[in-house]
């Protein structure tokens, strides 16, 4: 029983184990033939590691990039400036007054006017709807011509033309036998009208009164 004591065991079993791991080496070399000696050297050479490719190293932006952004304004939730302002279109007039209405024509075949243009004095004859000078003639009766453009109009109405003045000229003489109403002289009107009298411009010097006193001694 003293063979099988523990310490004997124990070295048993690690003889055991060297000798399987010797057995392992000498089949994995073929018991030696597969070693050349030298070795070869089949360390790498150190190189000095490789600079990565790295960005540009960051830069500002010159101050005037920033401009824009500085001028919106600080006050407005969307920081944009307001739009701007519709153009204003300048609102055309009618240029009133161009023409004289002369006369107007009413026909079964058409309604005529006939207008008498202030630059050159130019006789312009025109019916309803029709142009002149951008101007649309809109409406034509027996004595008014509407004239409209740009929203606007223009009435014109007829004149009657007027004859010469009449002029006074001297009073003729009474006739012989007819009859002067006192204070004034007789002036025929045609027609068979009321004369009329007219005053004279000078006073008539008062009668002389008779002298009744007799004579100094």
């Not at 080496?25 to 990565?52: F, H, K, M, Y």
């Not at 101050?63 to 519709?86: I, K």
């Not at 008014?144 to 033309?161: G, H, I």
Request: hydrophobic residues 35%; glycine residues 6%.
């Amino acid at each position: 029983m003293a063979i099988l004591s523990p310490k004997r065991v124990e070295s048993a079993l690690w003889l055991l184990a060297y000798a399987s791991l010797a057995v392992a080496v000498g089949v994995e070399s073929d018991w030696g033939r597969t070693w050349q000696w030298p070795l070869p050297d089949t360390s790498v050479a150190s190189q000095p590691p490789a600079n990565p490719d790295l960005t540009e190293p960051y830069k500002l932006p010159p101050a005037d990039t920033f401009l824009e952004t500085a001028m919106r304004p600080v006050f407005v939730v969307s920081r944009q400036p307001p739009p701007p302002p519709p153009a204003v279109v300048p609102v055309q007039l009618m240029k009133k007054g161009q023409f004289v209405l002369t006369g107007v024509t009413i026909v079964p075949s058409g309604k005529f006017a006939f207008l008498v243009e202030k630059a050159g004095n130019k006789n312009r004859t025109v019916t309803e709807g029709q142009d002149i000078n951008g101007i649309k003639v809109k409406e034509i009766t027996t004595e008014t011509v509407v004239l409209s453009q740009y929203n606007d109009s223009e009435v014109l109405t007829l004149r009657a033309s007027r004859g010469p003045a009449a002029t006074v000229g001297p009073e003729p003489p009474p006739a012989q036998g007819a009859a002067v109403p006192p204070g004034g002289d007789a002036q025929a009107q045609p027609g068979g009208a009321k004369p009329v009298r007219r005053q004279n411009s000078a006073a008539r010097p008062p009668a002389a009164e008779p002298n009744n006193q007799p004579p100094d001694q």
